[in-house]
């Protein structure tokens, strides 16, 4: 029960100083990016500053080693090469070893894939901790969706949305208790492509 | 660069009126910047396109042919990808010669995960595969509709999915849905596609949003074409008087012209006249602003232009109004006031 409370006590403390960070990091960034919404018309996609981006924490893969793409399967003998791929996307919370998403759709360099929703990268987080997305910096955010559904939901159908925005940082609140799997859609700035990553969250 | 925004106040804790004036601080500047992700037309797959109504021709991939149903699935995506275009985007066709090659099977170059794949090579060439049937991943088993007479719950509609895979090939990215995906039906071009029985798992036609960006990336086919309700497009409208004064009983014939407003978002829609719709002409005694609707103005013999003759016997303002339609994405507009003098 005692460890239970500083538990809490921990997470709510970080929980602020994580929301406040990134509030002063987006002051900090003059809060550049622009609003489609607020345009008259169709726009292309907002260029984001790569300083934008809630900057890496310890724990997480570098930026060389995240845009490693994942492992591609044998194209077979007559094929094309594999696609390439966007970069990995890291989710952590303050202090916590960030994990690599599951890569699910995605369009990269005039190319892309289709998947469905998939369960994700099991990562463990504590109720109302802040979950923050991390990409290399040399990718700027467009726009970013977040969303959950009960695990081995491949549809997405019956989400609930967990957060979205217009640019970076992506951050947004840990699920209720439970088992979750949460979806991250990322549109890359510059029109340089999208991709949805997932993790299987489980609150404690 | 995060440890230099880490917060440190060894031994104080933040004070509740501190913590809420800069949220609300926070929150207050983050609305001023519109933080809210746009609900519109889909982004865009990089910056090439084709040309203009080009015509690409598709074939089988040797050795990795789809089966006859799935050969009739994406024929049929390629024929409604062409017919709901409803812009001047490139057309889809099967050809045994075409120089674009379709896959199937377990040469699918998709990545661990995909359903489906293509590249994209404007104005030189695209590629397109769909996964085998049976195929399995750690997620579970494909199944295509297609592969049974029956659909069984939980396959994936191949016609669907190779429509979505030719919105790609135009230029379509992944529509920005809100992230409680209550949107989901104004696009086909999805980051997740549903599977049989939820809605929108069998849709075969363009949705709204993904024709907003083909008609801003490609233009519309017609003057008279109708712009997708996913836009939300500005419009001018001018108003000319001929002859600009009149004797007292005599007739002037006023003319109206509609167009798209000149905005760099809008590329190709830019300046484009607008044919076919309803505009209205009213008129008030001069320096009176007192309007009354004279009537709707008939087309004139120039795209996007309108007229109406009228006699007079007093001096007398126009304007022509354009009152923002409910089935397309135009936005109202309201001309200057033109006077006619009656010396």
Redesign the interface.
């Known amino acids: 029960m005692e460890r239970t409370v500083l538990t809490v006590q921990r997470t709510a403390s970080r929980a ?2 994580a ?3 990134i ?6 960034c003059g ?1 550049s ?13 907002t260029s984001a500053s790569p ?1 934008s981006i ?4 310890s724990g997480v893969p570098s930026a060389s080693a995240a845009l490693t793409p ?4 044998s ?9 390439a ?1 966007p970069p990995a996307a890291s989710l952590g919370v303050e202090g916590g070893d960030a994990v690599a998403g ?6 990269w ?11 994700g990268s099991p990562i463990h987080v504590g109720p109302g901790e802040r979950l923050t997305l991390t990409l290399p910096a040399e990718v700027g955010v ?6 959950r559904v009960a695990p081995g939901n ?4 019956g ?9 970076g940082p992506v951050a947004f609140d840990a699920p209720p208790r439970g088992a979750w799997s949460v ?1 991250v ?1 990322v ?1 890359f700035s510059d ?1 340089r ?2 991709a ?1 990553y997932y993790w299987l969250v489980s609150v404690d | 660069m995060s440890a230099s925004i880490r917060f440190s106040l060894p031994g104080r804790r933040l004070s509740v009126r501190w913590l809420a004036s800069a949220l609300a601080a926070i929150v207050g500047l983050l609305a001023a910047a519109g933080g809210v992700t746009a609900h519109g037309p889909d982004p865009l797959v990089g910056s090439g396109r084709w040309n203009q109504d080009q015509a690409l021709a598709f074939r089988w991939r040797t050795g990795y042919v789809p089966t006859s149903a799935i050969q009739v699935a994406i024929r049929n995506a390629a024929a409604e990808a062409t017919a709901t275009r409803a812009s001047q985007a490139a057309s889809f066709a099967y050809n045994t010669a075409g120089a674009n090659l379709i896959g199937y099977g377990t040469g699918a170059t998709c990545g661990v995960n995909g359903l489906a794949c293509f590249t994209r090579t404007p104005t030189s060439s695209f590629t397109m595969w769909l996964r085998e049937q049976g195929h399995v991943y750690d997620w579970g088993t494909l199944k295509w509709c297609q592969a049974y007479s029956t659909p069984p719950s939980g396959c994936y509609d191949a016609e669907n999915i190779a429509l979505d895979e030719f919105g790609h090939v135009e230029i379509l990215d992944h529509h920005v849905n809100f992230s409680s995906e209550s949107d989901y039906g104004d696009a086909v071009v999805q980051t997740k596609s549903r599977t049989n029985p939820i809605a929108g798992w069998n849709r075969h036609a363009f949705g709204r949003c993904d024709v907003a960006t083909l008609q801003v990336q490609y233009d519309v086919r017609t003057w008279t074409a109708k712009y997708s309700t996913c836009l939300s497009l500005a419009t001018t409208l001018g108003l000319t008087s001929n002859p600009s004064h009149v004797a007292s009983g005599g007739t002037v014939t006023v003319t109206a012209t509609l167009k798209v407003a000149n905005d760099s978002s809008y590329v190709r829609l830019a300046l484009n006249p607008l044919s076919g719709r309803v505009v209205t002409l009213q008129r008030s005694p001069h320096g009176k602003n007192a309007w009354a609707t004279v009537g709707t103005m008939t087309a004139g013999s120039t795209a996007g232009t309108y007229s109406r003759a009228i006699q007079l016997t007093a001096a007398t303002d126009f304007r022509a109004v354009f009152a923002t339609p409910t089935d397309e994405g135009l936005r109202a507009a309201t001309s200057a006031t033109v006077v006619v003098a009656v010396p």
């Open positions: 602020t100083l929301f406040l960070s509030g002063l990091l987006a002051i900090g809060l990016g622009s609003n489609p919404a607020s345009s008259p018309g169709p726009s292309p996609a300083a809630t900057p890496r924490s994942s492992p591609q399967p194209a077979g003998p007559a094929g094309p090469p594999s696609l791929e599951q890569l699910g759709s995605f369009t360099q005039n190319g892309g894939s289709d998947s469905p929703w998939l369960d467009a726009n970013w969706t977040a969303g491949r549809d997405g159908s989400a609930v949305g967990m957060g979205e925005g217009s640019s979806n859609n549109w029109n492509g999208s949805a």
